[in-house]
């Protein structure tokens, strides 16, 4: 305690309370205040609301490594995706989750078969 004394507060802040969060939880922060300035002003406006719509039984993800790469000047991002799914029942297509995200390639490998199917 006669260290805590001896520091001055600022360097006793950070000391009691740990290190201050990243800068991209400051942004996203600043960004919610606007966003919530422009509500209260009638300048936002909401999305709409997507139906709800479950994702079909046929394929179902088992593992997934996802890797993001976000770009904090504009607020967008870039990702790589990729998945091991289980399939039940024979389908000639896949049907994942992805609002609001461009996807700009897709790319498919049966288990045991060498060949890669790119979309």
């Not at 400051?26 to 999305?47: K, Y």
């Not at 504009?74 to 998945?83: S, V």
């Not at 399939?87 to 060949?115: F, K, L």
Request: glycine letters at 4%; aromatic letters at 6%.
């Amino acid at each position: 305690m006669w260290l805590a004394a001896a520091v001055p507060s600022l360097a006793r802040r950070l000391l009691l309370l740990g290190p201050p969060p990243p800068p991209l939880l400051l942004l996203l922060s600043r960004s919610s205040r606007r966003r919530r300035r422009l509500h209260s002003l009638g300048l936002a406006a909401m999305p709409e609301k997507r139906p709800f719509e479950r994702l079909p039984a046929e394929v179902s993800p088992i593992n997934y490594s996802l890797c993001l790469k976000p770009d904090l000047l504009d607020f967008t991002f870039e990702g790589k995706l990729e998945a091991a799914a289980q399939v039940r029942q024979a389908t000639n297509q896949i049907v994942m989750n992805c609002a609001d995200i461009d996807i700009i390639t897709a790319s498919y490998a049966p288990e045991g078969d060498e060949g890669l199917v790119k979309f």
